[in-house]
């Protein structure tokens, strides 16, 4: 894949050391293997078999044709908010609103999908996932444009916007867009009504869940990937990214880019809440009262999806589709072995915790080998190279 | 709204509200002594989760609320540890680490719930413990010195912290880590030493914030804090990294969440308006950070990681 040749994080860019690289290579599947020897502890302690256990998850996710596009369908979510995590981390913004921004996107989607059911699916399809996008790229425009223009921490902002957008989730589904004739699971749990088939994903393979929004989310990473490297527009958001200063002082708008990377952020999770509703089996949006009933998480698994794929667009399809097989696999594990499938979540935060603590290890190893690269034609260079790379450290800190 | 003004009504609102912003009050004291000394720690709501969930276990075995609430604290305590380990010395990306520790939390509480607790048991409620002579005054006592211990704890570590932070050697030393890790160290004063006590003794005050939710709501349920830890470290900007401020906002968050429920008990507002009322704290806290991110500077090495010679 793209990996070596130009997708590389472009802080590392130019310093590629042999050692570096293997190092990278290795790190993020030993934080994994980790993470699950961890897991398989939990499981023990549980007085499971481990080996039963991970058997169980495997063959629930990648076994056969329903596993499979099983894990697909719920890949989706994970891979665009983690799509939009790569967006916005490179412009140097951590986007935690990915819940809050799920859920706007499916309300927008759900409420246009009921206010013209009768279009034809050939434009109401694409209108709803429109309206998503609209929906989810307002909920990230306010913290984008927060932080460019008021530099409010975007971390909280968007912590703040998920709690509004819960509650405007209940309120539109206890009122206004509820449905009448009843509500789901002995009238405790408040849904809309059946959406318009018109605004169904169809079907790509018959008998399986597996939806036209699968294929859309894997264009839209190829087009992330294009328009981070391949358009002036990317340039400036990584550019921004790696230093504010250096990108005014370029001439660039470094404001309206920041606005607008988290704009497309938002938007990317908007169309994840539309595809949530329209290729849901019930195809109506119901809500638990959480947003976690409503996104399972997506908003916060992207953000581990995405580091896990070292914010490159096109591995992120990869790491969606294997984490989504732990989220799939981990109901499988619960049925054989009675161990808890919220499991998968603890096991998800370890791997970010351990990916974020070698990513330290890491940057020491490369500055290592280019102090050692550097001692060679004459010691004195040692330090100075140490000082260059000091900031280079400097320079990738977000600040919080 | 008549019903609402009567004394009697509005006398247990405000004790309700003070009692629902301890939880908020206890995490957000703990980060804000955390932030001073640069670290962000965003992993809060996961160590209230789990701290809620040991004192519950703790408390629904032994029946014992004083060690129910120990139980949480000293939760928060390892967790802190390991906090320290990853932001201090491995310099992790502190709002990422953040995130994993909040779903680490997150998860294996549900685990346990599940496994542990097939069914919930409700334990005892934390009893009143009226201030003598204080809880006699008219309104005020019923208000503020009739509460559980754990709210009285809260509230006496504003002025606790705020001397510590302002009057002492010690939260001198916090300060100047946190503002210059650099020119600290020159000086002699152990960034990394400094940085774990603050991050330790903010996850245990964390810790101790999940056991109060617990003990004073008497179950456990999945998600139990409903993203409060996070609303905790909004609440540090919010008040501007001062104690003082931090207690503000943590009281408004309560005082939203009682009128709310008491709304809702009496019937003044139809359930689907009160999602809206409840989105009132929240639109606060936003617009809040928006005059703080101008008014004031946060502490300057807040979030980096300290290198010597970097």
């Known amino acids: ?400 | 709204m008549s019903q609402f003004f009567t004394t009697a009504v509005l006398v247990a609102t405000v004790a309700a509200g003070v009692q629902l912003a301890t939880p908020f009050l206890l995490a957000a004291l703990g980060e804000t002594m955390g932030q001073r000394s640069g670290v962000v720690n965003l992993g809060v709501d996961g160590i209230m989760l789990l701290g809620a969930f040991g004192a519950y276990y703790v408390a629904a075995k032994t029946g014992n609320l004083v060690l129910a609430a120990a139980t949480g604290l000293g939760i928060g305590v390892v967790m802190g540890l390991l906090t320290a380990f990853v932001s201090v010395t491995l310099k992790a990306e502190q709002g990422i680490s953040g995130i994993g520790v909040f779903l680490f939390g997150l998860g294996l509480t549900n685990v346990l719930l599940l496994r542990v607790f097939p069914s919930p048991v409700t334990i005892a409620a934390l009893p009143a413990v009226p201030i003598p002579l204080l809880h006699r005054i008219p309104y005020i006592g019923p208000m503020f010195f009739t509460q559980n211990w754990l709210v009285y704890l809260a509230f006496l570590l504003v002025p606790v912290l705020t001397f510590v932070l302002n009057r002492t050697t010690y939260g001198m030393k916090i300060r100047a880590v946190g503002e210059n890790p650099a020119a600290a160290d020159t000086v002699g004063v152990s960034v990394a030493r400094i940085r774990y006590s603050t991050v330790i003794i903010g996850c245990a005050l964390a810790g101790l914030a999940g056991a109060t939710l617990l003990l004073q709501i008497g179950i456990f349920q999945e998600d139990i804090t409903n993203s409060e830890g996070f609303i905790a470290v909004a609440l540090v900007y919010f008040g501007a990294w001062r104690p003082l401020g931090v207690m503000g906002g943590s009281l408004l968050y309560g005082m939203v969440g009682a009128v709310v429920v008491t709304w809702k008990t009496l019937g003044i507002i139809p359930t689907s308006e009160s999602d809206i009322a409840a989105m009132a704290p929240a639109v606060l806290t936003v617009v809040a950070l928006l005059s703080v991110a101008r008014r004031y500077r946060q502490p300057a090495a807040l979030g980096k990681p300290y290198e010597r010679g970097a």
């Open chain 1, 1 to 400: 894949m793209s990996y070596l040749k130009s997708g590389r994080p472009p802080r590392a860019a130019g310093l590629g050391s042999r050692q570096d690289l293997l190092f990278s290579w290795l790190a993020l599947p030993a934080a994994a293997i980790l993470a699950l020897l961890l897991g398989a502890l939990l499981i023990l302690a549980f007085g499971a078999s481990p080996i039963t256990g991970y058997h169980a998850l495997i063959t629930g996710a990648f076994s056969g044709t329903y596993a499979l596009t099983s894990t697909a369908v719920k890949a989706v979510p994970l891979l665009l908010v983690g799509l939009g995590i790569c967006i916005a981390f490179r412009a140097n913004m951590l986007n935690i609103g990915g819940e809050g921004q799920i859920a706007m996107g499916g309300l927008a989607g759900t409420a246009t999908a009921l206010a013209v059911p009768g279009l034809p699916a050939v434009i109401l399809v694409p209108l709803v996932l429109l309206a998503g996008a609209v929906g989810g790229g307002i909920w990230g425009a306010i913290p984008g444009a927060f932080k460019a223009y008021f530099n409010v921490n975007e971390i909280l902002s968007t912590i703040m916007l998920n709690l509004v957008a819960v509650q405007f989730m209940n309120y539109l589904l206890s009122g206004p867009l509820v449905a009448h004739s009843g509500y789901a699971v002995g009238g405790l749990i408040p849904q809309t009504r059946l959406l318009s088939p018109n605004s169904w994903l169809p079907t790509l393979i018959a008998g399986t869940q597996l939806h036209l929004g699968v294929l859309i989310a894997v264009l839209l990473a190829v087009a992330v990937y294009v328009l981070l490297w391949r358009t002036s527009l990317g340039f400036r958001i990584r550019a921004v990214g790696l230093s504010r200063e250096a990108s005014r002082y370029a001439g660039m708008s470094v404001r309206p880019t920041m606005t607008l990377a988290m704009t497309l952020a938002g938007a990317l999770s908007g169309v994840a809440g539309a595809m949530l509703v329209t290729g849901s089996i019930s195809h109506r949006m119901v809500t638990d009262g959480t947003l976690t009933g409503f996104t399972g998480n997506a908003g916060f698994n992207g953000i581990v999806v995405a580091l896990f794929a070292g914010l490159q667009p096109l591995w992120t399809i990869v790491t969606a589709f294997l984490f989504a097989g732990l989220l799939v696999g981990g109901t499988s594990m619960q049925v054989v072995t009675g161990v808890p499938a919220d499991l998968v979540t603890a096991i998800n935060g370890i791997i970010v915790v351990l990916v974020v603590s070698v990513e330290y290890l890491r940057r020491r190893a490369r500055a290592r080998a280019r102090a050692a690269a550097a001692a060679g034609p004459g010691a004195r260079d040692a330090p100075a190279s140490g000082q260059a790379d000091a900031t280079g450290i400097a320079e990738k800190e977000v600040p919080a």
